[in-house]
């Protein structure tokens, strides 16, 4: 695979990140192609953006990108969000998120207008129909963290949950995956018991795929076992070491 280069996931979706070889800790951005709109999620870090920002250019014109999406506040996944509002140049550009997630949002500078999904039924629809539906992940790993479930692709775009560390790096997870996912869950998220309620959730949906901000995509036949996995990790294990 060539990762200098957007790699195509799903029809239509896009995984536009930096593969940094040095790195044991990845982002993963993603761009959705709608008819003529795009949708950019989690778009990255102030560094990682002339690399994100040439794949994103190379697939669809900037100008069409009506909404960037940020699952939390990091500045790895929101730093940005000023550039690249100046790069899509819109009055209309919307910044989904959820409104605890916009008081830290609002130290990066931002201008456009938000779009909290809460007051809108935990959904967006996007100019041909097509439904996003948002997912709470409270707590996983920030109070406002939420995950993003596309109806087409069935594809969930989970933010930090289901990332990993991984220093020998791929796009899709391999069978060493769910001890990456462990050493990135263990101590960045709180505890067990709130990881579980939100698994609940998150397996009720008919998914195609999980694809995180961090770590590697997990493909439908490796999901369950995932989801099995991280129900019954022992996590917030940083509080230990206090
Ligand atoms: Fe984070
Ligand atoms: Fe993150």
């Known amino acids: 695979m060539n990762y200098d280069e957007a790699i195509e996931i799903a029809p239509g979706i896009y ?20 008819g003529d709109e795009g949708y950019l999620i989690d778009p990255g870090s102030v560094p990682h953006f002339p690399i994100v920002a040439r794949k994103v250019i190379s697939i669809i014109d900037p100008k069409k990108i009506s909404t960037l999406s940020v699952s939390h506040q990091d ?3 929101a730093g940005s969000l000023p550039v690249f509002e100046d790069l899509i140049n819109r009055d209309d550009l919307k910044i989904v998120t959820f409104k605890r997630v916009s008081f830290l949002l609002n130290h990066y500078g931002i201008r456009s207008k938000y779009y909290f999904f809460e007051e809108n039924d935990n959904r967006i ?14 707590y996983l790993h920030t109070p406002g963290a939420f995950g993003t479930y596309d109806t087409k692709s069935k594809i969930l775009f989970s933010g930090d949950l289901f990332g990993a ?10 069978p060493n ?3 990456q996912m462990e050493l990135f869950h263990k101590p960045y998220m709180p ?16 998914l195609s795929m999980i694809a995180s901000q961090h770590g590697s995509i997990i493909k439908k036949e490796q999901i369950k076992p995932s989801i099995d996995f991280l129900k019954n990790l022992e996590v917030g294990t940083y509080l230990k070491m206090l």
């Open 15 to 34: 995984w536009v990140g930096f593969y940094d070889k040095t790195a044991n800790f990845h982002c993963n951005p993603y761009l959705i192609v709608d």
């Open 75 to 77: 500045p790895d996944l």
């Open 125 to 138: 629809r996007l100019k041909s129909g097509r439904e996003l539906i948002f997912v709470p992940t409270p």
């Open 165 to 174: 560390f991984s220093d020998d790096w791929d796009l899709y997870a391999g």
């Open 177 to 179: 995956y769910n001890h």
């Open 191 to 206: 505890s067990r018991e709130i990881m579980r309620l939100v698994l609940e959730n998150i397996e009720k949906l008919d």
